[in-house]
């Protein structure tokens, strides 16, 4: 091979190279947006509150655990409350409160259950739609892995509303879709990224780099349209979680220690 050759090799190479960086780079950008642009939003579904308690319930009673006493185990129901095994002998002022953040609480579950189940949809939705678009709907594990594990986390949320008093959609919720789901989806546009600029066929490689820019802005654009429906129902159920703190807080009953009830704490914005 001559001098000129060579160097016509070299910068055939080079562009290559230089492309599958830049496709490579397109590709882990339009998986990833919808992360992005979801995580813009998962800040207003939340109502900044938190709570040392797990909560759980048994048939229709509420159920609020802690690993310390007292107030260890703390169980209301038709306007009684048990703490550790013992009924409190309440005023009536007292189980009015009570009766009141009892159907709160009955209240708030629904909700909760409704925007959460709602971001799962939209991150599993973004995550479907580009692996679909990569790699079709035949022979695609990545795409009946998404499947499964949606409806899954759907069951589990149905039948376990233990995250309620927690208020952290996005770090018990959709931060672990991301991290268990997004590596499999970024290696497969990665890989067809790649795939397309060492082939030489500049028309497919420039096709699929087109396809991949609109696919990004189109997950973008839904991603934050229904974050933005979602918006209204959050702030009411963060309306119904700081009334919850305020009827709480009128609460005069004790533990035996003498200190306050405390099931939840609105935080600061």
Known sequence: ??????????????????????????????????????????ESLECNFESNYEFSQQG????????????????????????????????????????????????LIPQFKLITSEAIDIAFSALIEVS????????????????????????????NPAVLFNDDIDGKIIEPIVTDFVPDVVAAAVKQALSLAFSGDDAKAKAFEVRMDKMGKEIETKVEARAKKLEPLAQAMCTRVRNMDKIEDSISVRLNNQQKINLLDVKAP
Do not use: C, W
């Open 132 to 159: 679909r678009g990569l790699n079709g709907e035949q022979n695609n594990p990545t795409l009946k892995k998404l499947q499964s594990a949606q409806i899954a986390l759907h069951n589990s949320l149905s039948k």
């Open 60 to 107: 229709r009673t509420l159920i609020f655990s802690r690993d310390t006493a007292p107030g260890k185990r703390i169980m209301i129901q038709d306007g009684r409350m048990v703490i550790d095994g013992k009924e409190l002998k309440l005023s009536s002022n007292d189980k009015a409160r009570i009766t009141e953040f009892e159907h709160e609480t009955r209240l």
């Open 1 to 42: 091979m001559n001098i000129e050759s060579e160097i016509y090799a070299g910068i055939v190479k080079h562009r290559r190279i230089t492309k599958g960086i830049r496709m490579k780079r397109l590709a882990l950008i339009t998986a990833l947006s919808f992360a992005a642009s979801f995580s813009a939003h998962a």
